[in-house]
């Protein structure tokens, strides 16, 4: 059984920051890709950040210079650093892994960025 729990989510004001931590659990080693996905009110789910084992980054372009990934390989855990929030990153942020082959999502976490 595999696990993924976020937290961090919150109410912020515009231009706020808040720091969202996914914390993965279970039989589970050695982790592919962790990232963050996120779906607005009557909005597809979409990509945000990921990063791979070997260090790699992509972000969508949407938040690039606004939010940072990092990972914690020894703790499981994937952080997503969100800055200079805007309205339009309300919606409820999903934690992703992919171990061999497999994905596997969080339920998600709340963030509602107040104009």
């Known amino acids: 059984q595999v696990h993924l729990v976020e937290s961090g989510g919150g109410l912020v004001q515009a231009g706020g920051s808040l720091r969202l931590s996914c914390v993965v659990s279970g039989s589970i080693f050695s982790i592919n890709v962790m990232g963050w996905y996120r779906q607005a009110p009557g909005k597809e789910r979409e990509f945000v950040a990921r990063m791979t084992a070997g260090g790699g980054i992509d972000y969508a372009d949407s938040v690039k210079g606004r939010f940072t990934i990092s990972r914690d390989n020894g703790k499981k855990m994937v952080v997503l650093q969100m800055n200079s929030l805007k309205a339009e990153d309300t919606a409820v942020y999903y934690c992703?892994?992919?171990?061999?082959?497999?994905?596997?999502w969080g339920k998600g976490t709340l963030v509602t960025v107040s104009s």
């Open positions: 992703n892994v992919v171990y061999v082959g497999l994905e596997y």
